[in-house]
């Protein structure tokens, strides 16, 4: 593996994937380094009897708790919110909910339309095509028509059916007056895509799907991917992007599960491991001629860091709304409150999105409720709220601070002795103003609804899922790190595709964006031929 | 009374007998708990509410053994609650369990896949509403 590839991807996840697709479509010679290995859809939790206690454990989505070989620590004490993340071909793909609305015409003009932060240096309409070809890969099951977003052409599938759950819910919204829609999301409603099956609602998406209509990359994009000639090497962890006496990346240096040391050289190279991974190995690469680590002229590489900061309602109703059954994220959504209203105090906005209901063993901890107490009148309790249960998540849009930001931390090192991402971050006062409007506004559907009992969870720790922000894209080398097409400033053949590159946030699930944004940039690469001559 | 003898005990009282199940304890679910990761993390933390019970907390009335448990939650809350978690972690994948509750409910017991649900078709009439709105996204200048 010493001969150098057209295009080296770092990262198997939701962009590192589409980039590679769209890449070796072209011809490319492509090849992926993923620290993390092909997980066995036939072997899922779903699949296994202790399905609801693996989430507590294997299958966590938090790192330093599931503590498994291809996981590396992150120092987060620095951080109210838990980083959320998984290490394997597919990424974190391989445990999400599988939301996949677009970002609205607006989240690209915030600085414009409401003074704060960056415009981003595109807009919806340069994305949109790439948005529609990524929910043709993915297969996303949807409804035409919201009037919260701009006309969309039909995407594949018919929606997934929301549930007993929604539907009652969903009338409380129509007597409020407030947008709801079916979620867009990237779940097979029927068969689509090579050897994917149709959702038969089982409930746990994040647990893994045997049947393949849950969208994880490993099982849209990959598979084609390989067939057009890419390479994927697992077990591969990546610790630094090496570059040449001009200055231009010539490749990264990875360590293999049995601790050999190996060095790819590549023509280009691309850089998707999340808005943490991706910061970490740019602050790791460090160089005579990048001091403070790679492409960070600006200081900007792991700053700005942007989560989803959430808050939580749930809502227990005297009949069975079967609330276990059905895609656990994929639900409806309402988007009333997601533009600028100045007189809630705060600009931006929000989303409300239904999840549904637990098992018995969620039900009794209280993921989403408080814990059913123990002792006499416990089983009752948890009779009186499985499968009654239904849950609005809060998500605020998070605006980019610069103090909010991943550095490397001076003692916390990985198993092959790397050292280790910390976080720092703490939420706005702007965050905090939207939670609790967004809180206000859930209770009141809960209470319309006739939820017996409404409890709010003012902000969940464990909600660390999108990474964003830590290598911005902008036009100004002096204020970005990547230019509008995810291309490094001081590099001119490294790009990044993850979620690192997000000038802003937006209030709702970045997943499709991020692809979206990654094919853009892999047909900017093809195009242009961007940095495919520099080591020849 | 050893350590083997009293956790039973305890578990009963935590989650009783119901219907015709005994407790998590009589289930013999005490063995189970060390295996949690949870306990793996912090081994002690039985023992600090085990070595917190009254001499003849045995003999005692259930109602009087559920609040000495209280007041040792009270006194050592983080113990308390590692051993709550670790119980219900063991309770809630207990097949018999599973099937009292799917007698007394629509849910099935055992792994969701490969059977999942029936549920019902999404009937779009419900859309009537709000497919009539004007839209309310912003237009920008691109």
Known sequence: ?536 | MSRLELLPQVLDRLLPAVDELGGAGELGLAARLNDDPLLIAAPGSIDTVLDALPDGYSTQEPAAQSEVLRQIERQEPDAFAILISAAYNAYYVDPRVLARIERRTAYKAGAPQPGGYGIEPFDESILAQIAERDPLWREVES
């Open chain 1, 1 to 536: 593996m010493t001969e150098p590839v057209d295009v080296l991807v770092i990262g198997a996840g939701a962009s590192g994937a589409a980039a590679a697709w769209r890449l070796s479509e072209a011809g490319l010679d492509v090849l992926c380094l993923e620290q993390g290995d092909w997980v066995d859809h036939d072997q899922a939790a779903t699949t296994q009897p202790d399905w609801e206690v693996r989430r507590d454990r294997d299958w966590n989505p938090y790192p330093n708790h599931r503590k498994l070989a291809a996981d590396y620590p992150i120092n987060d004490s620095d951080t109210p919110i838990l980083p959320l993340m998984y290490n394997g071909v597919g990424g974190s793909t391989l445990h999400w909910g599988c939301c996949f609305p677009r970002f609205h015409p607006s989240d690209f003009r915030v600085k414009t339309l409401d003074g704060v932060a960056d415009d981003w240096p595109l807009g919806y309409s340069e994305l949109e095509p790439y948005y529609d070809l990524n929910d043709r890969m993915m297969g996303v099951s949807c409804v035409i028509g919201d009037p919260a977003n701009p006309p969309r052409t039909p995407r594949p599938l018919p929606p997934i059916s929301p549930g007993r759950g929604a539907t009652r819910m969903a009338a409380a919204f129509d007597r409020l007056g407030w947008h709801w829609w079916p979620m867009d999301v990237a779940v097979n409603s029927q068969p689509y895509g090579e050897g994917r099956g149709a959702c038969n609602y089982c409930g746990p998406c994040d647990l893994g799907c045997p049947q393949r209509a849950r969208a994880s990359t490993d099982v849209t994009y990959w598979p084609r991917a390989i067939a057009n000639g890419a390479r994927l090497e697992t077990g591969a962890r990546v610790h630094e992007v090496t570059t040449d006496e001009r200055g231009r990346a010539s490749g990264a240096s990875w360590i293999d599960t049995e601790g050999n040391a190996w060095h790819q050289p590549a023509r280009v190279v691309i850089l998707a491991a999340n808005g943490v991974g991706t910061a970490r190995l740019l602050l790791l690469s460090v160089s005579k001629a990048f001091p403070d680590g790679l492409a960070n002229s600006s200081g900007l590489v792991g700053r700005n860091l942007m989560h989803h900061v959430t808050g939580m309602v749930t809502g227990v109703f005297d009949e069975d709304l079967e609330a276990y059954k059905g895609p656990f994220a994929a639900s409806i959504f309402s988007q009333e409150f997601y533009e600028t209203d100045a007189s809630r105090g705060a600009v931006r906005g929000l989303q409300l999105m239904q999840i549904r209901g637990d098992g018995p063993l969620g039900t009794a901890i209280g993921r989403y409720l408080p814990q059913i107490p123990w002792g006499e009148g416990h089983h009752e309790r948890l009779l009186a709220r499985l499968g009654r249960t239904a849950t609005l998540t809060v998500t605020t849009e998070d605006l980019p601070h610069e103090s909010n930001h991943v550095s490397l931390d001076a003692e916390l090192v990985d198993s092959s002795g790397i050292a280790c991402p910390a976080l720092h971050y703490e939420i706005d006062d702007n965050t905090w103003t939207l939670l609790d409007f967004g809180s206000e506004r859930a209770q009141e559907v809960f209470n319309e609804a006739g939820a017996t009992e409404v409890v709010p969870q003012r902000v969940v720790p464990g909600t660390g899922f999108h990474l964003l922000g830590t290598a911005k894209m902008g036009s100004d080398p002096a204020s970005s790190v990547v230019d509008p097409f995810g291309q490094a400033h001081d590099v001119p053949n490294l790009f990044v595709v993850d979620g690192s590159t997000f000038v802003t946030a937006a209030a709702l699930n970045p997943t499709s964006t991020i692809q979206a944004l990654a094919l853009r940039t892999a047909d900017h690469i093809i195009a242009t031929r961007r940095g495919l001559e520099a080591a020849s």
